[in-house]
């Protein structure tokens, strides 16, 4: 059965207020939500940053490793080519062989400094995992001293937040799929989560922008969906001004009688 655009529209201020209730409790949370993410992948980012500088260390282990064989096979060398020279049988076999006595003398060198490099490397990553490992631990502190003032102000709220949740997701089955899109749509672009306003004052109840006469009275209508030129907020309704303060001045004066 088709929907009359009255029952769309009170269908969709029935949502706005549901929604906004639930605004209120996350206000109510204030930055707490953020700051609980933003701790989580800040401690997340020192994981990963120690996680590289141990991969770093690994590197450079296997390097001084790999170096250490290079010595000893330089010694190895070293040993052979002088055992060599005790039999050779002219001055340019003696001296090629102490040239590569001496090439793999430098070899050992060459080794030797890569070793104390990578030592090096490996005593200023393992600083900065310490000093990165201390900021993670201030920093996971400071996330279970959030996480806990968060669930306290959930759980204080937790039962009503279900409720409106419940009451939500009824409300949007009488919202049409497309036209629910377009109203979440609004909602996410506007500060104040209204999506659905009335006219106050002769102007938009989202944007404060004023609204022709001409709108206000197909917005009274209620015969099609009228939104805001301005804003693109969907108008439920006007409320009228006069009317509203000759109640006021009736209920004071029934105040007075009293």
Do not use: W
Not at 140 to 158: F, P
Not at 207 to 212: Q, T
Request: proline share 1%; hydrophobic share 30%; aromatic share 4%.
């Amino acid at each position: 059965m088709e929907r009359s655009v009255s029952q769309v529209l009170d269908s969709l201020v029935k949502l706005q207020s549901i929604d906004s209730e639930l605004d209120e409790i996350k206000k109510i949370r204030g930055a707490l939500p953020e700051e609980v993410g933003d701790l989580e992948d800040e401690i997340a980012g020192y994981e990963t940053r120690i996680e590289k500088f141990n991969t770093e260390i690994e590197r450079q282990e296997e390097e001084i490793s790999s170096n250490k064989i290079g010595i000893q096979n330089a010694n190895k060398l070293i040993q052979k080519y002088e055992e060599q020279q005790n039999n050779v049988r002219n001055n340019r076999e003696y001296d090629a062989l102490t040239k590569e006595i001496e090439l793999q003398q430098l070899e050992i060198q060459i080794c030797e400094k890569k070793t104390r490099e990578a030592q090096a490397f490996i005593e200023q990553k393992n600083e900065e995992i310490s000093n990165t490992k201390g900021l993670m631990e201030e920093r996971q502190k400071d996330l279970i001293s959030k996480k806990k003032e968060l669930d306290n102000l959930v759980s204080e709220s937790e039962d009503e937040e279900k409720k409106l949740m419940t009451d939500r997701e009824k409300a949007s089955k009488n919202v049409e799929e497309r036209l629910l899109k377009s109203y979440n749509k609004i909602r996410n672009n506007a500060r104040n989560g209204l999506a659905v306003v009335s006219v106050k004052r002769n102007a938009c109840g989202g944007c404060f922008n004023v609204v022709p006469p001409q709108r206000q009275a197909e917005v009274k209508e209620r015969k099609k969906l009228i939104v805001c030129e301005h804003c693109g907020r969907i108008f439920a309704d006007v409320e009228d001004f006069g009317v509203e303060e000759e109640k006021k001045k009736k209920t004071k004066r029934t105040a007075k009688k009293k």
